[in-house]
Structures are given as structure tokens and as C-alpha cells.
């Protein structure tokens, strides 16, 4: 997959309530949640001068904007040239689902819709409040939540939703106290399965690119990072 393929999975499974063209600009109605659901994203192919970002600017204020590395460079180059900073790098990491097909150990992990009050719980805890994962109640079906157990407790949740055989992960949190426990391998696991048994054959997801437990993670059940994302500040 392509990294611009890979952020039209992860965009048509995290969709905004409304999108608003501004130029070259797709602005989301959201201004709160997570800086995908937010931020300001290029339509396919487009490029942008100082002009389109200063109308954007004049629109909202503050605004984040996000750009593909190598697709929207030059897009990126702009936004530098007006003063505008790299606020995170998302590592977009896509692979197989097959190889991570299988038995799983037995309650281990609840695929369900909607989501049961202990993984909105989890989330709550962890930064996640339902601002922030609204989208996922906008998705197109097929969609799951994951509850993940470990040692007869609750040990994480995750979200997944579907687009053109991509299964998608979001909202992706192991507990603090059950990692380095398999837990994080286990919610793929359970993805991978859930997303054969709907079609999918292909596993996606962003992940921060600072965290070094994650990505190797998920390099070690067969993922490989296919590109970047770039979300950019004012100062």
C-alpha cells in the first residue's frame, strides 16, 4: 500500500462530521478530538500556496495541518516557509492479515458493537474521552470495539473499522500495568481475526513515531511503516 492509500483507510474509518473545502483544503467541522479528526488535510493530488494556507488561517485560526511525507512535500516546504512546525510524526504502518490468523486463548479478547461501558471506561482513563472517539461512532460498518483480558481482567481496548479490505486500528490502549505481557500482540491478534471474518486482508494503523514499544511491536507481527505523517503548528 501506498502511505496516500494507507491515510484514505485511516481517514474513511475516523471520519469528521462534515468536511469544508477551503482551495486545496478539506477543513473537518471538528475543532476538538485528536489531531487526525481536526486537522486540515490536502485533497489528493493537490498542492498549496502561502495564499490557500492564509485562507485557511483567516477561517480558523490555529489550525493543524497535516501532510504525507514525499506525496505533499511541497505542501510541507510552504507551510515551513510561513513559520509553521512539525507538532508529530505519525508512522503509517500497514501489513498481512494472514500471519497473524489463529486460535486465541479463550477470553481473551470481545469483539462487540457498540462498545461495552468498561472500554469507554479504559478510554476514559487514558486520555481518550468521547470527544475524542466520536468518529468512530460515525464509521461505516463493518466496525468493533475489542475489549482485551489478561488474567481475568480488563488489560485494553482498541478500535477497528473497514475500508476497501483494510482493516483499520484506532484507539489502540493496553493498560500500563499488563505491558511487555503479550497484551499488545494479543489485540492484533484478535483484529487480524475479526477483520478475516468481515473481508479485510490487510491490517493499517498510524502510530506516533517517538514510540519505539509500539512500532516494534508491531514490526514484529509483520507490519512495516510504508511512510509519515506530518501534523504542523503555528508558533
Same mark, same amino acid.
Given at each position: 500500500?501506498?502511505?496516500? $492509500?494507507?491515510?484514505?483507510?485511516?481517514?474513511?474509518?475516523?471520519?469528521?462530521?462534515? &468536511?469544508?473545502?477551503?482551495?486545496?483544503?478539506?477543513?473537518?467541522?471538528?475543532? $476538538?478530538?485528536?489531531?487526525?479528526?481536526? @486537522?486540515?488535510? /490536502?485533497?489528493?493530488?493537490?498542492?498549496?500556496? *502561502?495564499?490557500? %494556507?492564509?485562507?485557511? $488561517?483567516?477561517? !480558523?485560526?490555529?489550525? %493543524?495541518? *497535516?501532510?504525507?511525507? #514525499?506525496?505533499?512535500?511541497?505542501?510541507? $516546504?510552504? =507551510?515551513?516557509?510561513?513559520?509553521?512546525?512539525?507538532?508529530?510524526? @505519525?508512522?503509517?504502518?500497514? #501489513?498481512?492479515?494472514?500471519?497473524?490468523?489463529?486460535?486465541?486463548?479463550?477470553?481473551?479478547?470481545?469483539?462487540?458493537?457498540?462498545? &461495552?461501558? %468498561?472500554?469507554?471506561?479504559?478510554?476514559?482513563?487514558? *486520555?481518550?474521552?468521547?470527544?475524542?472517539?466520536?468518529?468512530?461512532?460515525?464509521?461505516?460498518?463493518?466496525?468493533?470495539?475489542?475489549?482485551?483480558?489478561?488474567?481475568?481482567?480488563?488489560?485494553?481496548?482498541?478500535?477497528?473499522?473497514?475500508?476497501?479490505?483494510?482493516?483499520?486500528?484506532?484507539?489502540?490502549?493496553?493498560?500500563?500495568?499488563?505491558?511487555?505481557?503479550?497484551?499488545?500482540?494479543?489485540? &492484533?491478534?484478535?483484529?487480524?481475526?475479526?477483520?478475516?471474518?468481515?473481508?479485510?486482508?490487510?491490517?493499517? /494503523?498510524?502510530?506516533?513515531?517517538?514510540?519505539?514499544?509500539?512500532?516494534? =511491536?508491531?514490526? !514484529?507481527?509483520? &507490519?512495516?511503516?510504508? #511512510? #509519515?505523517?506530518?501534523?504542523? @503548528?503555528?508558533?
Amino acid at each position: 500500500m501506498t502511505p496516500a $492509500e494507507v491515510m484514505a483507510a485511516i481517514r474513511a474509518t475516523w471520519p469528521p462530521s462534515a &468536511l469544508t473545502r477551503i482551495g486545496p483544503f478539506d477543513l473537518p467541522a471538528e475543532r $476538538e478530538g485528536t489531531r487526525r479528526a481536526t @486537522s486540515a488535510r /490536502l485533497v489528493p493530488g493537490a498542492a498549496a500556496t *502561502g495564499a490557500d %494556507i492564509a485562507a485557511v $488561517e483567516a477561517a !480558523r485560526p490555529g489550525t %493543524i495541518f *497535516g501532510t504525507i511525507d #514525499g506525496d505533499e512535500d511541497a505542501t510541507a $516546504e510552504v =507551510l515551513a516557509t510561513r513559520g509553521y512546525r512539525v507538532g508529530g510524526i @505519525s508512522d503509517l504502518m500497514t #501489513g498481512p492479515v494472514a500471519p497473524l490468523l489463529g486460535d486465541l486463548p479463550r477470553v481473551s479478547g470481545f469483539p462487540h458493537w457498540p462498545p &461495552l461501558a %468498561i472500554c469507554h471506561a479504559l478510554w476514559d482513563d487514558h *486520555g481518550n474521552d468521547a470527544v475524542r472517539r466520536a468518529p468512530m461512532y460515525r464509521a461505516p460498518a463493518p466496525r468493533t470495539a475489542i475489549l482485551l483480558r489478561t488474567d481475568d481482567r480488563a488489560a485494553g481496548a482498541l478500535f477497528v473499522g473497514i475500508h476497501d479490505r483494510v482493516a483499520v486500528l484506532h484507539m489502540v490502549l493496553t493498560l500500563p500495568q499488563h505491558r511487555r505481557k503479550g497484551v499488545g500482540l494479543l489485540g &492484533l491478534r484478535h483484529a487480524a481475526v475479526w477483520a478475516a471474518a468481515n473481508g479485510a486482508d490487510t491490517l493499517a /494503523l498510524p502510530v506516533e513515531a517517538d514510540n519505539l514499544a509500539a512500532t516494534s =511491536l508491531y514490526a !514484529r507481527a509483520g &507490519l512495516t511503516r510504508v #511512510g #509519515g505523517y506530518r501534523y504542523w @503548528s503555528a508558533p
